[in-house]
Nanobody, 119 residues
Framework: VQLQASGGGLVQAGGSLRLSCAASGRPFSNYIMGWFRQAPGKEREFVATITWNGGRTYRANSVSGRFTISRDNAKNTVYLQMNSLRPEDTAVYYC?????????????WGQGTLVTVSS
């Protein structure tokens, strides 16, 4: 599976962005999907995950109530809607597919998209 993330950019605190991750190569609907992020000088951390049919989602406490993960299996795409952004959300955001999302060991990683939140 190849994963292509997009949608990052520069936004002011309190603003919103929607990230997209387009998948190709294998049936997208077979895979659990997730988003991670890595801030400068920090380790990569889990952000959110969604089951193969979108029936269940989980988010990190740090983004709960602000970020929403969703997917469109017909478009082979997973999304991360980010609202009420804070400077501490600044990071490179990565999408991931399959494997063990909970332990940051997916089968596949995307290339990352940079989100910068200014204060």
């Amino acid at each position: 599976v190849q994963l292509q993330a997009s949608g990052g950019g520069l936004v002011q605190a309190g603003g919103s962005l929607r990230l997209s991750c387009a998948a190709s190569g294998r049936p997208f609907s077979n895979y659990i999907m997730g988003w991670f992020r890595q801030a400068p000088g920090k380790e990569r951390e889990f952000v959110a995950t969604i089951t193969w049919n979108g029936g269940r989602t989980y988010r990190a406490n740090s983004v709960s109530g602000r970020f929403t993960i969703s997917r469109d299996n017909a478009k082979n795409t997973v999304y991360l809607q980010m609202n009420s952004l804070r400077p501490e959300d600044t990071a490179v955001y990565y999408c991931a597919a399959g494997g063990n999302i909970a332990t940051a060991n997916p089968d596949y990683w995307g290339q990352g998209t940079l989100v910068t939140v200014s204060s």
